[in-house]
């Protein structure tokens, strides 16, 4: 059965294939438009985690090309460094169980760009309201990543200055308790003399 549309007057007209075409071409636009200018890395996955598009900044980042990325199933880019166990189950729950997932934290060394911290968050793009039909919108999965490399590196860096301020104080701490109790000795001495 052809869907219907109401046009000018009134008129009912069937919803045909270009209309839906249409929509469709002027949603992914849109969304491509909204993906484009976010800063950090972000890729467009089909029900296939196969990659639609990525943004600029992935390109950037990961220092690879479009060739290279586009059409090709995510765990595979690169060497393999996004077949990870864990985010495989992640991603592959997204479109049955509807579900999403932040912070979920990967470290990598990548073959160029060498080792990195990345904060992953992803989530299905729903095309209509929960319950209607999406039959001519393929599944899109959005995977945006958060490089969180240097602020790993100043955490460890303050950690590691922590540690270090920490023993001295305990080095310095010890030496007072002993010139403390050197001087509590010379004081007992000094009464029993007197």
Do not use: C
Not at 150 to 156: C, G, H, L, R
């Amino acid at each position: 059965m052809e869907k219907t549309n109401v046009g000018e007057g009134g008129v009912i007209k069937p919803m045909g294939s270009d209309f839906v075409k249409r929509v469709w071409e002027e949603s992914w636009t849109y969304i491509k438009t909204v993906v484009d200018i976010v800063r950090e890395p972000v890729l467009i996955l089909d029900k296939d985690f196969r990659v639609m598009a990525a943004n600029e900044s992935f390109y950037r980042t990961f220092q690879v090309e479009q060739k290279d990325t586009e059409k090709q199933i995510v765990y595979k880019l690169g060497n393999g460094q996004w077949d990870i166990p864990a985010l495989r189950k992640l991603l592959e729950n997204i479109l049955p169980k509807n579900t999403f997932f932040k912070g979920f934290e990967v470290t990598h060394e990548f073959p160029v760009i060498g080792r990195k911290v990345m904060i992953l968050n992803a989530r299905q793009i729903h095309h209509f309201k929960e319950g209607a039909s999406s039959e001519h919108f393929p599944p899109i999965i959005l995977l945006a990543m958060e490089d969180v490399t240097d602020m790993m590196v100043v955490a460890e860096t303050l950690a590691s200055h922590a540690k270090q301020i920490e023993k001295r104080l305990t080095e310095q701490t010890k030496k007072l308790e002993l010139h403390i109790g050197k001087l509590e000795k010379e004081i007992t001495e000094l009464k029993q003399k007197a």
